[in-house]
């Protein structure tokens, strides 16, 4: 199946304001939140992490999340899915560790706000103007990828278990500046099956 299957949800067209809005709570207990400059999503404070959750419902259990890094490429990003208890200091669910500085990812387990990474390490280099996504379908953890107006290609996929109820969509970086566009994600369509009848005529 084709990433995404779902739309973008918020592409951050609107006049500057200090947090993304109601449809976005603080994840991971802060110290702070994403504000809106110049049409993106912005990181404000350096040093920090700063995280939103889309809190106005849950999707899944098989869901998806990506969004743009249109700068700050070299910090870490964290793209997060299944996520139970946000807004506090112990979520659960999964993300992807994105270390972009040493183009070395891992896929990672959230335990209580404790990471666990799954597996070996993922490399890739990534830039400013990619597109980076996280899919739970099942037990498969998948990592996915675009370079600028690329197409979607499936980095790693994990196998794992824990969490296999629907969750939040959240995300999270460090430092200063980084900016955001297209966040988009939820619950994955199922792909159209044609009746093998209506395939036989459409083939006639």
């Not at 049409?39 to 098989?62: C, K, Q």
């Not at 990471?115 to 890739?124: C, N, R, V, Y």
Request: aromatic content about 12%; hydrophobic content about 35%.
């Amino acid at each position: 199946m084709a990433f995404p299957t779902t739309a973008v949800i918020d592409a951050f067209t609107r006049v500057d304001a200090a947090t993304l809005g109601a449809s976005y709570s603080m994840f991971y207990g802060g110290p702070d939140t994403h504000s809106i400059s110049s049409n993106r999503a912005l990181t404000p404070l350096s040093g920090t992490w700063t995280g939103d959750y889309y809190n106005v419902s849950t999707f899944g259990p098989a869901c998806e999340i990506y969004f743009k890094i249109v700068a700050g490429a070299a910090s870490p990003h964290y793209p997060c899915a299944r996520i139970v208890d946000p807004g506090t200091g112990t979520p659960d669910g999964y993300c992807v560790d994105i270390n972009s500085s040493a183009n070395t990812h891992y896929i990672q387990r959230i335990d209580n706000g404790v990471t666990t990474s799954l597996g070996a390490s993922i490399s890739q280099a990534i830039a400013n103007g990619d597109s980076v996504g996280l899919e739970c379908s099942g037990s498969s953890i998948s990592f996915y990828y675009k370079s600028g107006a690329g197409a979607w290609s499936n980095l790693a996929s994990r196998t794992d278990a824990t969490y296999a109820a629907a969750g939040y969509l959240a995300w999270c970086d460090l430092n200063q500046n980084n900016t955001y566009d297209d966040f988009g994600g939820g619950t994955i369509a199922a792909a159209t099956v044609i009746p093998v009848f209506m395939h036989h005529y459409m083939h006639n």
